[in-house]
């Protein structure tokens, strides 16, 4: 059974940081594209960043130069460091798997809320 398990959100003050986790079990991950995705009350699923299984990133015009993706295969874990939040990047953040978009998998989300 395919599982993603995302950690590490939770309540921030604008400006401040959290570091996003998602652990893969039941496949091989390193050749998947791992993705972190997110949604905010009223709105549509929105992709912020992925990395490809050979490293390339791609990230939303709205979190370059303060969100980074990056994953470590041998443990099965991407990450999502995010840096100088703004209470617009509130949200549920979600971990996808995607390969060739044949197997698609998704976590079941964490609760990032950026207030002071």
């Known amino acids: 059974q395919v599982q993603l398990v995302e950690s590490g959100g939770g309540l921030v003050q604008p400006g401040g940081s959290l570091r996003l986790s998602c652990a893969g079990s039941?496949?091989?991950?390193?050749?998947?594209?791992m993705g972190w995705y997110r949604q905010a009350p009223g709105k549509q699923r929105e992709l912020v960043a992925t990395?490809?299984?050979?490293?390339?990133?791609k990230s939303a015009d709205s979190v370059k130069g303060r969100f980074t993706i990056s994953r470590d295969n041998a443990k099965n874990t991407v990450y999502l460091q995010m840096n100088n939040l703004k209470p617009e990047d509130t949200a549920v953040y979600y971990c996808n798997a995607d390969y060739k978009t044949r197997n698609v998998y998704w976590g079941q989300g964490t609760q990032v809320t950026v207030s002071s």
């Open positions: 039941g496949t091989i991950f390193s050749i998947y594209t």
């Open positions: 990395i490809a299984s050979g490293g390339g990133t």
